[in-house]
């Protein structure tokens, strides 16, 4: 079966840094498109990024601060995320775009 597993969340200051990774097994994963999302507290899941093939997609929230990039040898898909504001605190999740298939989250917080 299908399953996405994320890691790399955590607590850090703002302007830090983090990077998040999600394996990803039971799918072919050089040929899907693989998101990242977030939901921060009493707050609708948002789209981060996403990667198709060598294509990508930010919110404009993020961009030039997130890097999404994924390593098709270790089924793993990536975020680098650098400058983080508080407003960046959420559950950050993997997604199999245009299916629905969800990680389980990863907590990232940041502090101010």
């Known amino acids: 079966q299908v399953q996405l597993v994320e890691s790399g969340g955590g607590l850090v200051q703002a302007g830090g840094s983090l990077r998040l990774s999600c394996v990803a097994s039971?799918?072919?994963?050089?040929?899907?498109?693989m998101g990242w999302y977030r939901q921060a507290p009493g707050k609708q899941r948002e789209f981060v990024a996403s990667i198709r093939g060598g294509s990508t997609n930010y919110a404009d929230s993020v961009k030039g601060r997130f890097t999404i990039s994924r390593d098709n040898a270790k089924n793993t898909v990536y975020l680098q995320m650098i400058s983080l504001k508080p407003e960046d605190t959420a559950v950050y999740y993997c997604h199999k775009e245009g299916s629905i298939y969800w990680g389980q989250g990863t907590q990232v917080t940041v502090s101010s």
């Open positions: 039971g799918i072919l994963f050089a040929f899907n498109g």
